[in-house]
Nanobody, 116 residues
Framework: QVQLVESGGGLVQAGGSLRLSCAAS????????MGWYRQAPGKQRELVAT???????NYADSVKGRFTISSDNAKNTVYLQMNSLKPEDTAVYYC??????????WGQGTQVTVSS
């Protein structure tokens, strides 16, 4: 069973930065796709960013130019660098991964709170 563990969330003022990490228990180079989603209170979970195993990123329009997804295959870790944070970025952030022959996997989530 593959596990994903997120870390790096916290409380930050508007305009600040955070870096989230997602550590996988299996080599991420074998995953088709890894990504970050978020869910704010009372809202549906939404895409933030994804990264293919070929290194192609994709971002939600709301975070383009502010967030960067990256990976370190040696550490089996995917990162989400979040700059110029806004109060509307407040949410629980979840990492996910799609490996061959496995269902889509999710981490437990990490809370990000941006104060105005």
């Amino acid at each position: 069973q593959v596990q994903l563990v997120e870390s790096g969330g916290g409380l930050v003022q508007a305009g600040g930065s955070l870096r989230l990490s997602c550590a996988a228990s299996r080599s991420i180079s074998s995953a088709y796709l890894m990504g970050w989603y978020r869910q704010a209170p009372g809202k549906q979970r939404e895409l933030v960013a994804t990264l293919t195993n070929g290194g192609t990123p994709n971002y939600a329009d709301s975070v383009k130019g502010r967030f960067t997804i990256s990976s370190d295959n040696a550490k089996n870790t995917v990162y989400l660098q979040m700059n110029s944070l806004k109060p509307e970025d407040t949410a629980v952030y979840y990492c996910n991964a799609k490996y061959p022959l496995l269902s889509l996997l999710w981490g437990q989530g990490t809370q990000v709170t941006v104060s105005s």
